[in-house]
């Protein structure tokens, strides 16, 4: 029993002998005194169990049996559910094995078997938290992350994104090897194919969304500051671009980041789900999942989004496009190779130097496009020029040389004077004796 039940029993039993009134126990138990009568009646009857609750010593309706508690713990540690936090384990409970379960409970649970949640909340920093745009479409929030989605595979691939500023819904999603314009461009892709076009994108800084001159283009004027692939395709869409000064800045697709780096490599596990063909395909299915678990209200319910026009080819937008010039024969050459321009019936050829787009994406393969006008492409091979031998040059005649006869080589050595030195000083003697030692020395082996 606890204190306050000792009390009230304690008061009752006073008012039952008669040492207080009913209405003193009344005002003693905060109670009325129809209810101090009801207990006199109930605890000269029952005595001590008429102040106790009618549930006491009862098993709650709520409480999990024994067996159902080892069946969620042996769920909870089994090698697909590894790195999953207890929210989304509750969902999947949920969801895969039709277990009800309050967060509550499942918490105290598996706390008690020692677990602990990988999401866990980091200290309170206080910040300006800025307001959401009033209308979905008007702002998309775009980024990628790096990082090992699939259980027991180390390598990290790139998932980009992007979510609406004003729902919270996530707009599309795809993954590939790095963080490239690709990626980028069939995130716009799904998200006019799911919401339409949107009237402006958030992003950071990158060199896939400004080119490297702009810091330079700031400070001076005269520094040229061309549109990236990606820009050049917003334009074209109508879509403004707005660089973000710092992480923070675009924080929401930030956080949806950290929610997706928890919960996606739990769902790929579940799913079988171990290459990036079979994760795009699932990411196309699971952003409906997400967002009707994630997303807000909007203040203003009308959306910015609007419809593709018809002059709208996004096979022809979405690409990379270089400049290049034909030749009379409609010949040019991308990437180190020779492409021809396939002229139809009713088309012209066009005339010799003009200046071409060429349209380079997945969807499209190679094309080229002149004023508007999309023309398909052959490979081109041109003939090989046979190149001419130089023709050999002249031998040179070469002269006969007859020495003359008092050259040394007539007669041979022992015709001509070994050293033909001459002396005519007073000291011939001693001078005929050096030439014939030098001749010795010198010559000695050949004469």
Not at 225 to 237: H, I, M, Y
Not at 264 to 293: D, K, Q
Not at 350 to 372: E, M, Q
Request: charged content about 30%.
């Amino acid at each position: 029993m606890s204190t306050k039940q000792l009390t009230r029993y304690d008061i009752i039993t006073k008012a039952i002998a008669g040492y207080i009134t009913v209405g003193e126990a009344a005002i003693a138990l905060g109670l009325s005194n129809r209810q101090v009568k009801r207990l006199k009646k109930e605890v000269a009857i029952r005595g001590v169990a008429a102040v106790l609750h009618g549930n006491a010593g009862r098993a709650p309706a709520s409480k999990i049996t024994e067996p159902r508690r080892e069946e969620i713990i042996g769920i909870f540690k089994g090698p697909a559910y590894k790195g999953c936090n207890f929210k989304h384990f509750q969902e999947l409970l949920s969801e895969r094995h039709s277990i009800e379960i309050s967060y509550s409970t499942l918490y105290k649970l598996l706390r008690g078997e020692g677990a602990a949640s990988p999401k866990t909340r980091r200290r309170f920093k206080p910040h300006r938290r800025r307001k959401r745009r009033p209308q979905a479409g008007l702002l998309i929030q775009t980024d990628a992350t790096s990082f090992a989605w699939f259980q027991g595979d180390r390598r990290r691939y790139a998932l980009h994104g992007g979510i609406d500023d004003a729902t919270g819904q996530i707009t599309g999603l795809y993954m590939c090897k790095n963080e490239c314009t690709p990626g980028y461009y069939e995130v716009v892709r799904r998200t006019i194919d799911n919401f339409g076009v949107p009237a402006a994108i958030y992003a950071d800084r990158h060199t896939i969304f400004q080119s490297p001159n702009t810091k330079k283009h700031e400070i001076d004027a005269s520094v040229p500051v061309n549109d990236t692939q990606f820009g050049r395709a917003l334009k074209e869409l109508g879509i403004n671009l707005i660089a973000a000064r710092s992480p923070q800045a675009k924080g929401r697709v930030e956080r949806l980041w950290d929610t997706l780096q928890s919960r996606l490599p739990v769902e790929f596990a579940l799913n079988g789900i171990t290459t990036m063909e079979e994760a795009n395909e699932f990411l196309e299915r699971y952003v409906y999942a997400f967002n009707s678990m994630f997303a807000v209200e909007p203040e203003n319910a009308e959306s910015v989004f609007r419809k593709l026009r018809d002059s709208e080819d996004l096979d022809t937008i979405l690409c990379i496009k270089e400049k290049r010039v034909i030749d009379a024969g409609g010949v040019f050459s991308y990437s180190g190779k020779s492409y021809q321009i396939a002229y139809s019936a009713d088309s012209p050829p066009l005339p010799a130097k003009s200046k071409i787009d060429v349209l380079f994406g997945p969807t499209i393969g190679i094309k080229a496009a002149y004023k508007g006008k999309v023309f398909d492409v052959l490979p081109f091979i041109p003939s090989k020029r046979r190149k001419q031998a130089p023709a050999p040059a002249p031998a040179k005649e070469r002269g006969v040389v007859t020495p003359p006869p008092d050259h040394a080589w007539k007669g041979g050595i022992k015709g001509q004077r070994a050293l033909p030195w001459k002396y005519d000083g007073e000291d011939e003697d001693v001078h005929r004796e050096v030439v014939r030692g030098l001749e010795r020395a010198l010559l000695g082996a050949r004469r």
